[in-house]
């Protein structure tokens, strides 16, 4: 395959601002040119009707005329003659026929522009004609053309024909004037039009620009970046913050993510910190253990002594990669659990029988009470190696913090909702306020008081919060130093009472 092959064709896309900018010019361009054609037509339909009623009310006239003072010639040659004089801009012509089509008076040179044969079908006696006729002369005259019949008073009442003709050449000529000035403004109201909508389109955008600029600036090493600007006087950063309101939600929406990023990348560094520093430890006694073995010849029992010894490093190491792979899988979307409902009671009681000899070892009693509001027995619906590995989990910290003689409990009662509560509580040693937050932090340990247990692993806290989250409850801690810590798992409401 040849490399202009290999390279994938790039499709061409306008940009936001480009689209906004054509819309805005085709919406103002629609508007105005559906606004020119109705002016135009406006206009020329105004024209027409009033040329109209001009030339149907000289009809009347003339027919008033020839009705009552037919034989009054200069009424006639007044009206047909000398008042058409002043009419220069719009000159009419009239003309009056007998019935055999003899002209008895007409305009001025009326005849060499309106000849007699290019008039319409005269309207009747007792009709008034509305709508003209258009003709164009050869000299390039536009003519409006009526026609009507009308009666001479006196004793034989003869027909008489009227022909009126009206010039509007320039009326044509202000029509063009005007169609080309509406053109004018169409083509003005366009590029005007395009340069405010680039104006509105960049000052819109001017938002999305900051927010690209501000999300250029995001990098591993500046999380902290924010779109809203917090204020100090306000809880609420959309109250102080200058974005539209259409973008409120998206740069809120937009920060929250970056408060998830950066809290995960926060745990990610301390994850590979604490990692690295669990795993150090056992790879240097490892390391070391060897060295030594390998410095000089030894006897087998001195060998066999390194192996016992590096066995248990990798013991620790082998349970740390277990309650990794585990942490990984409880996180994973794809994560199931086969849940069953258990009897708490018997559940509880093989996890005592289990930890009872490292219990009376340490000198510590340990117990197991349900609630006395709770008739018989509890069960749980939860997976039954995930509830013991929670359950121990818990029980073997309460043993390992908790000193001689004292009390580890567990307590399974019926909570608010149906929720299905098992506390483990010891009088032990405690955790410090500040530490409580971090308690269920991977490889997290409070203090130095309680990272003296070099078996554990710091896991099995963060264990425990991920088997409640696969089982969509929760794990709460509460403890007081010198006094003891109290660890309530909470299942979902669908436990029950076995009475």
Do not use: C
């Not at 366009?190 to 620009?209: D, H, Q």
């Amino acid at each position: 395959m040849s490399e202009t092959e290999a390279k994938p064709e790039r499709v061409r896309t306008w940009s936001i601002k480009r689209r906004l900018t054509v819309l805005y010019v085709v919406s103002v361009f629609a508007m105005l040119l559906i606004s020119t054609i109705f002016l135009y037509w406006v206009l020329v339909n105004r024209l027409q009707i009033e040329d109209g009623q001009f030339l149907a009310a000289k009809i009347g006239l003339l027919r008033e005329i020839l009705s009552q003072e037919p034989n009054n010639a200069e009424v006639l040659e007044e009206e047909v003659k000398w008042e058409t004089a002043p009419f220069r801009l719009a000159k009419y012509y009239a003309r009056i026929l007998d019935s055999r089509d003899s002209v008895l008076i007409e305009t001025e040179k009326m005849s060499s522009i309106a000849p007699i044969g290019i008039f319409p079908q005269p309207a009747g006696v007792s009709h008034v004609p509305l709508h003209p006729t258009k003709w164009k002369s050869g000299d390039g005259h536009n003519l409006l053309l009526m026609s009507a019949l009308a009666v001479a008073g006196g004793k034989s009442h003869r027909t008489r024909i009227l022909q009126l003709a009206l010039d509007i050449s320039h009326e044509d000529e202000l029509i063009s004037d005007y169609k080309r000035e509406l053109l004018l403004v169409l083509v003005a109201g366009i590029l005007i039009s395009a340069g405010v909508g680039i104006f509105i389109a960049g000052k819109g955008l001017r938002p999305i620009e900051r927010i690209t600029k501000t999300v250029q600036r995001i990098s591993a090493h500046q999380l902290h970046q924010r779109l809203l600007q917090h204020s100090a006087t306000t809880s609420d950063s959309r109250l102080k913050s200058n974005w539209p309101v259409e973008l409120n939600d998206l740069a809120a929406a937009f920060d929250e993510m970056l408060d998830r990023l950066e809290a995960s990348f926060n745990r990610l560094s301390q994850f590979s910190a604490d990692l690295a520093h669990e795993l150090r430890t056992p790879i240097n006694n490892l390391i070391g253990e060897t060295e030594v073995a390998l410095s000089r010849d030894r006897s087998p029992a001195d060998y066999r002594e390194v192996l016992e010894s590096s066995l248990e490093e990798f013991s620790r190491l082998s349970h740390v990669i277990e309650s990794l792979l585990f942490l990984a899988r409880a996180e994973s979307p794809e994560a199931h659990v086969d849940k069953k409902d258990l009897a708490l009671r018997s559940e509880i009681q093989n996890i005592i029988e289990f930890y009872e000899a490292i219990a009376e070892e340490k000198g510590v009693m340990l117990s197991y009470r349900i609630s006395p509001e709770t008739a018989g027995d509890l069960t749980v619906n939860a997976d039954p190696t995930l509830l013991r590995q929670a359950i121990s989990n818990l029980v073997s910290n309460a043993v390992h913090y908790t000193r001689r003689g004292g009390n580890v409990e567990i307590d399974a009662k019926l909570g608010a909702d149906r929720e299905v509560e098992i506390s483990v509580s010891d009088n032990g040693i405690g955790i410090a306020e500040e530490h409580l937050p971090r308690i269920f932090d991977r490889f997290y340990r409070a203090d130095s008081s309680r990272s003296e247990n070099k078996t554990g692993s710091g896991l099995g806290l963060s264990i425990v919060r991920s088997i409640m989250r696969l089982h969509h409850g929760t794990a709460e801690v509460a403890s007081e130093p010198g006094k003891g810590t109290k660890v309530t798992l909470k299942f979902p409401g669908d436990g029950q009472s076995a009475g």
